[in-house]
């Protein structure tokens, strides 16, 4: 069986110290899985990792079934991965549609002559029209990225991931800083926009990772603890112990 991505015995060290331990993670086309573990544990090095920001040390990521390790994070890309960050890399001072336009053509790649580029263009602005209504942003097509709310640019931050159309989505921390309205609309735009996708996310907010993910990868000290559905990674004595009691405690007793 393929998957869409697997981790194989990933291993990564800075100097002495190994931070990702051994992982082996295989997700199936179409899931929604959640990364979650205490701080430091190694989620954002995982990361690194699969979108080729790092080299492992030992271990592959396939995606696809292909060997992607040692590749430079745009050949990634281009191999159907592709990945936003806690901080936003929208343009600030191009309107809404141009940057969906410019993440539609970056997709492209760069090596294309000009009149290659101007044949490419309609398709692009089609495709920049369509991520648009997607994210619910076609009201504020002409408006400047600097001038929109904080929620509105995550949200064209998002489509400026999937505008390629890759067919593996990392998202960081989608919904930091966010309200708790915005939030729960916010899970349901990323529902919309990722049917049909296999997506990861890093979450801390629990809350979150149990409204959006189909399966969840505990992450503690750089080793996966338990990779299962929400309700059996809730009912897990390792997990309650080694790191969700308290939110767990708190999410039994309805306070999301
Ligand atoms: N480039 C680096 N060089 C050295 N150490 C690093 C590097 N990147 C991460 N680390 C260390 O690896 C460990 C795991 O960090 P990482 O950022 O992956 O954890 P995390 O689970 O994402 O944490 P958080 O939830 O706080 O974002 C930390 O101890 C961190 O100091």
């Given at each position: 069986m393929?998957?869409?991505?697997?981790?194989?015995?990933?291993r990564k060290?800075?100097?002495?110290?190994?931070i990702i331990?051994?992982v082996?993670l295989?997700?199936?086309a179409g899931?929604r899985?959640?990364?979650?573990?205490?701080?430091?544990?190694g989620?954002s090095?995982?990361?690194n990792l699969?979108?080729?920001r790092?080299?492992?040390?030992?271990?592959?990521?396939?995606?696809?079934?292909?060997r992607?390790n040692?590749?430079?994070p745009?050949?990634?890309?281009?191999l159907?991965?592709?990945?936003s960050?806690q901080i936003?890399?929208i343009?600030p001072?191009?309107?809404?549609?141009?940057n969906?336009?410019c993440g539609?053509?970056?997709?492209l790649?760069y090596k294309y002559?000009?009149?290659?580029?101007?044949?490419d263009l309609?398709d692009?602005?089609?495709?920049?029209?369509?991520l648009?209504?997607?994210?619910?942003l076609?009201?504020k097509?002409?408006v400047?990225a600097?001038?929109?709310t904080?929620?509105?640019q995550?949200?064209?931050?998002i489509?400026?991931?999937?505008?390629g159309?890759?067919g593996?989505?990392?998202?960081?921390?989608?919904?930091a800083?966010m309200?708790?309205?915005e939030?729960?609309?916010?899970?349901?735009?990323?529902k919309?926009?990722?049917?049909?996708?296999?997506l990861l996310?890093?979450?801390h907010?629990?809350?979150v990772?149990?409204?959006?993910?189909d399966?969840?990868a505990?992450?503690?000290?750089?080793e996966?603890?338990a990779?299962d559905?929400?309700?059996a990674?809730?009912?897990?004595p390792?997990?309650?112990e080694?790191?969700?009691?308290?939110?767990v405690?708190?999410t039994q007793?309805?306070?999301h």
């Amino acid at each position: 069986m393929t998957y869409a991505l697997e981790l194989k015995d990933l291993r990564k060290s800075f100097g002495k110290t190994e931070i990702i331990r051994g992982v082996n993670l295989a997700v199936n086309a179409g899931e929604r899985v959640g990364i979650i573990g205490p701080n430091g544990a190694g989620k954002s090095t995982l990361f690194n990792l699969i979108s080729g920001r790092f080299e492992p040390s030992s271990g592959d990521v396939l995606l696809g079934g292909q060997r992607i390790n040692g590749k430079k994070p745009f050949e990634i890309n281009r191999l159907g991965l592709s990945r936003s960050f806690q901080i936003t890399n929208i343009f600030p001072k191009l309107s809404v549609f141009e940057n969906l336009r410019c993440g539609v053509l970056w997709s492209l790649g760069y090596k294309y002559t000009f009149l290659k580029f101007l044949a490419d263009l309609d398709d692009a602005n089609d495709r920049a029209d369509e991520l648009m209504k997607m994210i619910k942003l076609d009201k504020k097509r002409d408006v400047l990225a600097i001038n929109l709310t904080y929620a509105e640019q995550r949200a064209l931050e998002i489509g400026i991931t999937i505008a390629g159309g890759a067919g593996v989505i990392l998202l960081d921390e989608p919904t930091a800083g966010m309200s708790r309205s915005e939030t729960s609309r916010f899970i349901n735009l990323i529902k919309e926009v990722t049917v049909g996708k296999t997506l990861l996310t890093v979450e801390h907010d629990m809350g979150v990772v149990f409204g959006l993910a189909d399966r969840i990868a505990v992450v503690v000290y750089g080793e996966v603890l338990a990779f299962d559905t929400p309700d059996a990674v809730r009912a897990n004595p390792r997990v309650q112990e080694a790191y969700l009691g308290s939110h767990v405690a708190d999410t039994q007793a309805g306070s999301h």
